[in-house]
């Protein structure tokens, strides 16, 4: 059986290293000069920084399963992590079940309700009734009128943007039991992991044991066309390969998919196309001086143009970062939004320029390094009824399976679930028996 992967992200990362494992002839096509997709990363200091920001949580099993099979496990650190939360102007601690209490925006009433709505969410086990109802409703009769705008609506708005309103109930139960359930020894914080020199490495490791068990990695080809032919399925480059295969296996998202297969039905683009994404901008700085106490600081300000600061070494510190301390700086938008179309040094004034505002004591002067990233398909809307919207791993077109970021559900995105997919995918292909976890 010969196997073709487009995409070389976790999900083509791991379809590949599984198939090889089983004597499979792959070869693995990405668009990029290396592996990793989003997971990629950049120089920084002596060591590697993710490109963008990334950790794991304690139900992270998947990707820990990994870990362990390329020997990377003795690099994982599980840290303490901090979370603020930036309110008219005023960064407040939002970290523990004591900092919800001492929220001052929110009377005592409401704190208490957020608490015990929080608590009945991180035990609710089941999602289906959920399906039909927005995060807003769901938000509203469980926590109250204002826990919803001082707290969730901001944060809604700041990862869908003007279409914040139709994402469902389940998104959010699903984002609230997730970082519920990664908490410290004490149970009183949360408890992240992150691997020292970035997380690109892990699909490094992968590439090197796909390569030396015969799988061939063909880096910067951009897959044009995927199409029919009498023996299988050939993929076609804009570089000029043409390949035949048995099995075609697609990763990237659902528009760049359907870009590469024109001769798929229309109803089924019609359907697949349903589910729209959000884009993304993240800015990596290298600062000689820390902006706040905070790993995670989540930013209210309508006027802001970025959603989060995360301050790198608040959760991981690591000598060979050198003198300068990794901050992120992340906006989710849509793709048509006048800031995705802007160029790099403008989006390095505007930021700064708010940066600037957000912390008094900041100066650009500070900013030693400057890392630009954007991504067009970064984040899918999960609207009402999802489960009936996602497309499946079948196509209508023998042989080729779609798997992808808009099929992880009721989990959001991630590397872990990507993993998880895509071990799905292999045993509905009959090629894995069991998941990693």
């Known amino acids: 059986m010969r196997y073709?992967?487009?995409?070389?992200?976790?999900?083509?990362?791991?379809?590949?290293?599984h198939?090889?494992?089983?004597?499979?002839?792959?070869?693995?096509?990405?668009?990029?000069?290396?592996?990793?997709?989003?997971?990629?990363?950049?120089?920084?200091?002596?060591?590697?920084?993710?490109?963008?920001y990334h950790h794991i949580f304690t139900s992270d099993l998947h990707v820990q399963?990994?870990?362990?099979?390329?020997?990377?496990?003795?690099?994982?650190?599980?840290?303490?992590?901090?979370?603020?939360?930036?309110?008219?102007?005023?960064?407040?601690?939002?970290?523990?079940?004591?900092?919800?209490l001492r929220f001052s925006p929110l009377s005592i009433a409401s704190r208490f309700r957020v608490g015990l709505s929080a608590l009945k969410m991180k035990r609710r086990e089941s999602y289906e009734d959920l399906e039909d109802v927005t995060a807003e409703e769901f938000i509203i009769r469980e926590m109250g009128e204002s826990a919803y705008r001082i707290l969730w609506e901001p944060l809604l708005r700041s990862k869908f943007g003007d279409r914040y309103r139709e994402v469902s109930a389940v998104w959010f139960w699903g984002k609230v039991k997730l970082r519920g359930g990664t908490r410290t020894k004490s149970g009183s914080g949360e408890c992240l992991g992150y691997l020292k020199d970035?997380?690109?490495?892990?699909?490094?490791?992968?590439?090197?044991?796909i390569a030396e068990r015969g799988g061939v990695l063909r880096f910067s080809q951009l897959v044009t066309e995927i199409r029919k032919t009498g023996a299988g399925l050939l993929v076609r480059t804009r570089q000029g390969v043409e390949e035949e295969y048995d099995r075609v296996l697609v990763t990237p998202s659902v528009p760049t998919f359907l870009q590469m297969t024109p001769s798929l039905p229309?109803?089924?683009?019609?359907?697949?196309?349903?589910?729209?994404?959000?884009?993304n901008i993240t800015v990596a700085l290298g600062l000689e001086k820390s902006l706040s106490p905070y790993y995670w600081?989540?930013?209210?300000?309508?006027?802001?143009?970025?959603?989060?600061v995360i301050e790198h070494t608040n959760l991981f510190s690591d000598p060979d970062y050198g003198d300068l301390i990794p901050v992120y700086l992340s906006r989710y938008l849509n793709a048509e939004h006048p800031l995705y179309q802007m160029r790099p040094s403008e989006v390095r004034e505007l930021f700064v320029s708010h940066l600037e505002r957000l912390f008094p004591k900041f100066q650009r002067e500070w900013v030693k390094q400057f890392t630009f990233s954007k991504a067009d398909?970064?984040?899918?809307?999960?609207?009402?009824?999802?489960?009936?919207?996602?497309?499946?791993?079948?196509?209508?077109?023998?042989?080729?399976?779609?798997?992808?970021?808009?099929?992880?559900?009721?989990?959001?995105?991630?590397?872990?679930?990507?993993?998880?997919?895509?071990?799905?995918?292999?045993?509905?292909?009959?090629?894995?028996?069991?998941?990693?976890?």
């Open 266 to 279: 229309g109803d089924y683009k019609a359907a697949a196309s349903k589910i729209p994404y959000q884009a």
């Open 19 to 52: 198939l090889t494992r089983n004597g499979r002839e792959v070869h693995l096509y990405e668009r990029e000069r290396e592996l990793g997709g989003l997971a990629s990363d950049i120089p920084f200091g002596q060591t590697k920084l993710d490109r963008f």
């Open 4 to 17: 073709a992967i487009i995409g070389g992200g976790a999900a083509g990362c791991t379809l590949a290293w």
């Open 377 to 437: 398909y970064a984040q899918p809307l999960v609207g009402l009824h999802y489960s009936q919207n996602k497309p499946s791993f079948d196509t209508p077109i023998e042989g080729l399976s779609l798997c992808t970021m808009v099929q992880i559900y009721p989990e959001d995105r991630g590397m872990n679930y990507s993993i998880k997919i895509a071990e799905e995918l292999l045993r509905h292909l009959g090629e894995l028996k069991s998941l990693s976890a």
């Open 65 to 100: 399963a990994f870990l362990d099979r390329v020997g990377l496990t003795e690099k994982l650190h599980w840290l303490d992590s901090s979370v603020g939360f930036e309110y008219a102007g005023k960064l407040h601690p939002f970290t523990t079940p004591f900092d919800l």
């Open 198 to 209: 970035g997380w690109g490495q892990l699909y490094r490791r992968m590439g090197r044991q």
């Open 297 to 308: 600081l989540n930013i209210t300000d309508p006027q802001s143009p970025f959603v989060a």
